[in-house]
């Protein structure tokens, strides 16, 4: 039995990317393989990425985001994209995930939910700061799921 973090990068509630992850923590509840989908709530709290508060002691979101890392089995992700690239809230949530190796060799994957033509930018920022923290990239778990053309609620 595995236990899947899922992490939103939308700090506004009730987002689609949030729905998205809600959906999946209901369908998980039914699924044979998977204990729990537990979701990330901590991304507002987390303070601005400073390498000189990437030491003992760490903020205390900080080691609540590490620990829910290491406390997971694989990592699921659903981010929007804003101006080409993730919303630097989510930025800087992976960017507290380079100083420890919580996300080295964690199955991750992720959930692209976007207008068509829409979220490359951020899937492919994704990808290389996922690879730069050693995350092992399931290609299997990541997938696009297009919205239809008269789709105009904001992320």
Request: proline share 6%.
């Amino acid at each position: 039995m595995a236990q899947v973090l899922l992490l939103c990068g939308s700090v506004r509630k009730g987002s689609s990317n949030e729905a998205m992850l809600r959906l999946v923590q209901e369908v998980a509840r039914d699924a044979q393989n998977v204990d729990s989908a537990v979701f990330y709530e901590g991304l507002g709290e987390l303070p601005h990425f400073n390498p000189d508060l990437d030491a003992d002691p760490l903020p205390k979101a900080v080691t609540e985001l590490r620990s829910a890392i290491a406390e997971a089995d694989a990592v699921l992700v659903c981010t929007p994209e804003y101006a080409g690239t993730l919303p630097g809230s989510f930025k800087n949530l992976l960017d507290w995930t380079v100083g420890g190796t919580e996300i080295c060799d964690k199955p991750t994957g992720w959930i692209n939910a976007a207008n068509p033509g829409r979220g490359e930018g951020a899937v492919a920022t994704l990808r290389l700061v996922l690879e730069y923290t050693g995350a092992a990239i399931v290609e299997d778990a990541c997938v696009r799921i297009a919205r239809g053309p008269g789709y105009t609620r904001k992320h």
